[in-house]
């Protein structure tokens, strides 16, 4: 006889205290930001938008440091810009395109450390 364990994500990632982990997500999300994310090469290792391949993008890399820019912003509006991109721009989605997306929510936690 088996039985299936129904676990809500959503409750469960609710209740993850960010004191105990959040450390370990921004970190992971750093090296997912400057790694295999490739997010750096736009942004900037600073996350002010003058990547290395920011010149000549029209329109700019967004400057994730922007307070304005992250007050507007949700998680999860910044999380279907990963999975989608952004039409018109050269932000190709991410998520399920190279990013899983526990990846995805690292670099968000990431991105949220930035804000100045």
């Not at 010149?55 to 989608?84: C, S």
């Amino acid at each position: 006889m088996s039985s299936v364990i129904s676990i809500d994500r959503e409750r469960l990632i609710g209740a993850i205290d960010p004191k105990l982990f959040g450390g370990f997500l921004e970190h992971m999300g750093r090296a997912i930001y400057e790694g295999k994310g490739t997010c750096y090469l736009c942004h900037g290792e600073d996350g002010e938008g003058y990547g290395p391949e920011a010149a000549g993008l029209d329109p700019p890399p967004t400057n994730l440091t922007d307070a304005t820019f992250q007050a507007a912003r949700t998680d999860g509006e910044l999380m279907w810009v990963l999975r989608h991109g952004i039409a018109n721009t050269n932000m190709p989605a991410f998520v399920g395109k190279g990013l899983t997306e526990e990846e995805g929510w690292a670099v968000i936690h990431y991105i949220r450390s930035l804000k100045r």
